[in-house]
């Protein structure tokens, strides 16, 4: 029903910037949250920042100051710019949509969470 395509990963040297990108698409109402997890190999994945509907954002300690979420409801887009990387910041990063609703085939509606597939982002020193 949705899926949710990220762009923009890739290999930066430290002290160097990304913004990552990420499309939902499908017959979608609104999105009540996005935002964006990473996972480091042997790592648990983790919140890096997540923004509402109204724009109220949220960062993870390790990225405040650094990294900035924004969306465009209109296009069903996040992004999220990563300035003054750092190698500990090589990891996949996955785009989530959640409280997702969508217009079924029926003309109800339906509430869901979705994930991307990921993006390679590596940092090298």
């Known amino acids: 029903q949705v899926q949710l395509v990220e762009s923009g990963g890739g290999l930066v040297q430290a002290g160097g910037s990304l913004r990552l990108s990420c499309a939902a698409s499908?017959?979608?109402?609104?999105?009540?949250?996005m935002g964006w997890s990473r996972q480091a190999p042997g790592l648990q994945r983790e919140m890096v920042a997540n923004?509402?509907?109204?724009?109220?954002?949220n960062y993870a300690d390790s990225v405040k100051g650094r990294f900035t979420i924004s969306r465009d409801n209109a296009k069903n887009t996040v992004y999220l710019l990563m300035n003054s990387l750092k190698p500990e910041d090589t990891a996949v990063y996955y785009c989530?949509?959640?409280?997702?609703?969508?217009?079924?085939?029926?003309?109800?509606?339906?509430?869901?969470?979705?994930w991307g597939q990921g993006t390679q982002v590596t940092v090298s020193s």
């Open positions: 989530n949509a959640d409280g997702v609703v969508v217009v079924t085939a029926t003309s109800h509606l339906d509430v869901g969470d979705y």
């Open positions: 499908g017959r979608i109402f609104r999105i009540n949250a």
């Open positions: 923004i509402t509907h109204i724009g109220s954002t």
